[in-house]
């Protein structure tokens, strides 16, 4: 997908609702000007997963770089997800987030991986629980209040609850 395309597409959402594409749950979001990759930028456990249980108690590091690119690292098996086309969101969550209210500003980081899987990071209050937008898997909890969410068109996202790592 080109990123003139990808940026299209978040410019759509950013005027309504950004639903199973990005997200995997309706929210209100826009694309900002802000860079919110350094509140993402680092190690974690991930300590819960919907979807994606091989993900599950391993230890990943976000990196990204320049030109709105990022690399995750499965430390484990040492496999690499390369994403590019990075983009700092701003806004209400609420539907992807159960412990987000219409009102919160909550930050997000939106990314393309080479197999066209969007990666939502998100950063929302300690606790943070995925929203039951969709029901067929349990919702993932984060004590830390970071989460990411792969999703593919015409497929059920995944979630993953990330904890953070001392440096």
Known sequence: MNENL??????????GCACTLLLGG?????IVSDDYSAEFQGRYVVSD?????AMK???????FGKGRTATVVVEESHRVFRLD????LAGSFANSLANATSDSIIHAVACLDEDDRYWSFMHGRPGA???AGYTLFRCVTSQSGY???RSMRDRYPSDLALEPLPK
């Open 57 to 63: 108690n391993k230890t990943i590091e976000v990196t």
């Open 6 to 15: 990808l940026v299209k597409l978040l410019q759509a959402f950013t005027t």
């Open 49 to 53: 997963a919907t979807g994606d249980d």
């Open 26 to 30: 309706c929210s209100t979001a826009q």
């Open 147 to 149: 989460l990411v969410r």
């Open 129 to 131: 629980k995925t929203s």
């Open 85 to 88: 086309m990075c983009r700092s």
